[in-house]
């Protein structure tokens, strides 16, 4: 069965139902009066203007915005759209998002068969304007003066939470990521800015599962050795046994301390074991320490390095909002444009995983029921992150019209002379300023 040539636009438009837009935008005060500026032709504008022009700024998008409708605007009415309104609606479609774009029916098989869903947790850093220093001061202020970041927790099969949060740059990944019910029977893989043991000991309470690097200052006890018969090492210190051990695989359960929260004035101490494993990197001569709650039974020390590899993942996510969907594009000290811009570049993120599925499946309905071969077309981030910016204008257009949107025609030459056409009117032109030097120079 061939896939349907608009089978792309009517999945993003499921996604984002027009209905829901238009009622969305209603709830949050974004549109009061429906005139020039449509609220679901703002919405894919806004997502899906990423390749008009070298840069995301408010022009470009506006440009982008008449182009696929046929309306002309005036600057300040597009600008004065960036509200709190605006960033209020776009936050709710993201997470909208989140929560709609799910894989049905797919499994993990073989090393990750035990769980039901792999999640990997991360941070960046984005580098905003000097005027809005005051509301996101830098960590490092001799070269950055403003900066926030960007904290994602991403589902590879998209069966579980996904969470976008915004922060200041000096805000701890640890304090953000919280843990709940919608851990359980799910992995997650943290980054060391994560590192802390009340977050580890919440997610083995709830049943969920956790593979971190260990710090270099953790230095628990040994409690129990899984590999190997040196019962000696029972009761030493960590860091005191790596530094004799000869082994190549170390295995063990270590038993540490850490104080909980305050209580009434009172802060108490929690014991708690958890498993480190050590892969020694023979051309460093030193270990690779990972801390986890999976059992041997369920994955090996070489599995659970394997596995811990696919953090690479979330920085392919970084990259493609970043290169391709210009993450880091912030022409504005006004913070309402910089908040609408970084939640329609994760919409845009969004919408790519939708295009990869729909993609995916096509290319599976395709597939000749005898043809023995096992391989499969594959859709890599990057990739078609760059063919999505390459096609954008032409998928806006398709969208809104499989929204229902028909744009209003429009002349391309009085297009052109309008944005072509000088906005300081009275500044001379540049022959009318040759034509003055030279009769001050006479």
Known sequence: MAVMKDSIEKALCHLFPSGWLNDQAE???????NRKVNPIALFWTLVLGIGYGEHRSIASLRRAYEEATGMTLASSSFYDRFTPKLVEFLKRACQRALDQVVCEGENFKGLLADFKDLLVSDA????????????????????????????LVYSVLGVSEQRVQLTGERKKESQVCIIKDWVKNCLLLFDLGYFKYALFDRTDTLDGFFTSRLKTTCDGKIVTVYQGSETGLIGEKLQYVLLFIRRGIL???????????KYKGKRSRVKKTFRVIGIKNPLTNTYHLYVTNISPEVLSPQAIARIYSIRWLIELVFKQLKSFYHLEDFPSQNPN??????????????VSQTIEQVLRKGAESEKDPSDNETHKDVFPLLRLAAVVNTYCAQLLKAVLRCAGLKPTPQSLTDLIRKEARDPNRRR????EQLQ???LAAA
């Open 436 to 438: 003055l030097i030279a």
């Open 124 to 151: 960046t850093i984005l580098r905003l304007h000097d005027g809005l220093e005051n509301l996101y001061p830098a960590c490092r202020t001799n070269h950055t003066k403003a900066a926030c970041k960007l904290h």
């Open 428 to 431: 001379p032109t540049l022959p």
């Open 337 to 350: 444009i910089v908040h609408a811009l970084i939640y329609s570049a994760i919409l845009t993120m969004i």
């Open 251 to 261: 295995d063990v359960e270590v038993e540490v301390t850490y104080p909980k929260r």
């Open 27 to 33: 709830k949050t005060g974004v549109i009061k009066r």
